[in-house]
């Protein structure tokens, strides 16, 4: 029995080896942040000052300001205008922008985005009024970063408020407005405070985030890009060491648990010439190391709001089902790690294992999920 046990310490190390060599790589960039509330940065975008110049792609830098807000310098605009991100998908490749002035509309009037790498996802047309008066003004969000004593700027995408506007206003402009959904019906009045929505085109790293990856330049380029593993390997270089280590190693297994399994029966026949029993005991049921119903639902819940706002914007794809989160769905939050879900595909998954299915925390090693906070939301 001495040389089984060694036999098998033995098989259990080669297995380990091999593990370690499919799955090891070299060192990726990291990912970092202005603070801990503020979005996570990483590829195509990267930290000045914080990380090298090889983790970004060009016109995709940003910077920490005075109070530690994440700073976007819009490039090639005119003029040049620097914006607060308030959020990163990088799974649909969108960026959620803000005035640090507070005063958005002000920027509005002069946005410029076709020399910069980012475009609006949706527009919609807003005409701007200059009124000197109250009258008929109630009806109106004003926008007061604007207006002054005496006069009031409002705006309408509305035909007929502009109709009624035109009467006693004065005309300032019309301006698209990249607005963060497309409005299906006219909007009567906004002081235009809310965040803009810009997407960009390239690098094209959505399916590539989407499926858990990382893209990053590739070696020697300044603007070719690969999609990396977490453990940082391409897909490619995954498959190479696969099939030219894993099968030679994987059949060298094989053949020596056929040799571990013929000595054992061997010893067995030894041991036992003349001897046949059979085994009265019922089979053991297997196990399920999941968790109650009672406990499941003691994990907290959230309906997402319209503004998709969760604790961690990048995680906008529920890693169960690969689909995207939409506004109103029902999201569960595993306590300790803080990872989301669809509520309905979490419930499947916690009976059957308990442990989280993105970083394997087992949550009865947690604390209970009534000393956790929930995940934030911009709509509960």
């Not at 002000?106 to 005409?127: H, I, K």
């Not at 700027?153 to 035909?159: G, P, R």
């Not at 959904?181 to 009045?189: F, R, T």
Request: hydrophobic residues 35%.
């Amino acid at each position: 029995m001495d040389r089984q046990h060694k036999t098998i310490a033995a098989l259990v190390l080669i297995l380990s080896c091999l593990d370690v060599l499919v799955v090891s790589s070299s060192e990726i960039c990291t990912n970092s942040a202005c603070h801990p509330s503020e979005p996570s940065i990483r590829f195509p975008f990267r930290l000045q000052t914080v990380q090298p110049k090889e983790c970004g792609y060009p016109g995709f830098d940003l910077t920490c300001d005075s109070t530690n807000l994440t700073s976007l310098q819009l490039q090639n605009t005119s003029p040049p205008q620097r914006f607060s991100v308030q959020a990163i998908d990088y799974g649909s490749q969108e960026i959620w922008l803000n005035d640090p002035n507070n005063c958005l509309p002000q920027r509005l009037l002069t946005l410029n985005l076709s020399g910069s790498p980012f475009s609006a996802v949706s527009y919609q047309d807003f005409t701007l009024f200059n009124c000197s008066f109250d009258y008929k003004l109630y009806r109106f969000n004003p926008i007061a970063c604007l207006s002054g004593s005496g006069y009031t700027i409002v705006a309408t995408s509305s035909l007929e408020a502009v109709w009624i506007l035109s009467s006693s206003c004065s005309f300032v402009s019309t301006i698209p407005v990249p607005v963060q959904w497309p409005y299906y019906e006219q909007v009567w009045s906004s002081d235009l405070s809310e965040d803009i929505k810009l997407t960009w085109g390239a690098p094209q790293c959505g399916k590539c985030e989407s499926k858990g990856g990382r893209c990053g330049l590739k070696s020697n380029s300044s603007n070719l890009i690969e999609c990396k593993t977490q453990h940082g390997l391409t897909s490619g270089a995954r498959y190479a060491i696969s099939v030219g280590a894993g099968v030679p190693t994987l059949l060298f297994v094989l053949g020596l648990v056929c040799y571990i399994c013929g000595r054992f029966k061997a010893c067995r026949r030894q041991s036992y010439p003349v001897m046949e029993f059979t085994s009265n005991l019922a089979l053991q049921p297997t196990l399920v190391s999941g968790l109650d119903g009672a406990t499941i639902e003691s994990y907290p819940k959230t309906v997402l709001g319209d503004s998709r706002r969760l604790l961690r914007p990048d995680d906008n794809i529920c890693p169960i089902c690969l689909s995207e989160y939409k506004p109103k769905d029902t999201l569960r939050t595993i306590p300790g790690c803080q990872h989301c879900f669809h509520a309905a595909c979490i419930d499947a998954w916690l009976p059957l294992n308990a442990a989280c299915p993105v970083c394997r925390n087992n949550p009865k090693h947690s604390p209970p999920a009534s000393e956790l906070a929930p995940p934030s939301s911009d709509n509960v």
